[in-house]
């Protein structure tokens, strides 16, 4: 199934639509004003928090992904010399391509879960998440979602001259 996900551009803190083929909104992804850690809720088409994401405090960029109450996944940023490489704890998913070029997959051993392409001709942040099994939705959705604020986190970091 493919999403289409887009971020707000003029908003004081992180706003995300994420919608179907049809445009139909299917999740819509919200931030905390005014916190220390980055946080940030997702919620289905009906209102329902789905996941949450938070930030732990730690030398590189590092969320937990909480799907329906439950800590799923850690995804985070590795120091590596040559490549940046990104991991996700708790899922047995691996993350493999161009992180400048936001074009990369999710894969669970040789099975693909989720393509993410970035769509460069829109007005903000546009992606197209291509996620393969229904099952696996909420999620790859809400891992996309941290994966996207780990990149945040460090161009913050990079353009602040940390």
């Given at each position: ?19 179907n083929e049809y445009g139909e909104v299917c999740y819509t992804a ?76 999710i894969t669970d051993n040789s099975r693909v879960i989720v393509s ?36 945040a986190a460090q161009a913050a970091a990079a353009s602040s001259g940390?």
């Open positions: 199934m493919k999403l289409y996900m887009k971020q707000k551009v003029f908003s004081l803190k992180d706003r995300f639509t994420i919608v919200e931030g905390e004003f005014f916190t220390l850690m980055k946080k940030l809720h997702i919620f289905d088409h009906e209102g329902n928090e789905t996941a949450y994401l938070r930030q732990i405090f730690s030398f590189m960029p590092k969320y937990e992904v909480i799907v329906d109450n439950h800590l799923i996944a850690v995804v985070s940023k590795k120091l590596t010399l040559l490549r940046p490489q990104y991991e996700i704890e708790g899922l047995d998913w691996h993350v493999d391509g161009s992180w400048h070029e936001h074009e990369y997959e993410v392409h970035k769509e460069w001709m829109s007005w903000g942040d546009s992606y197209e998440i291509d996620v393969k099994d229904p099952l696996d939705e909420v999620n790859a959705v809400a891992v996309v979602l941290a994966i996207d604020a780990v990149l940390d």
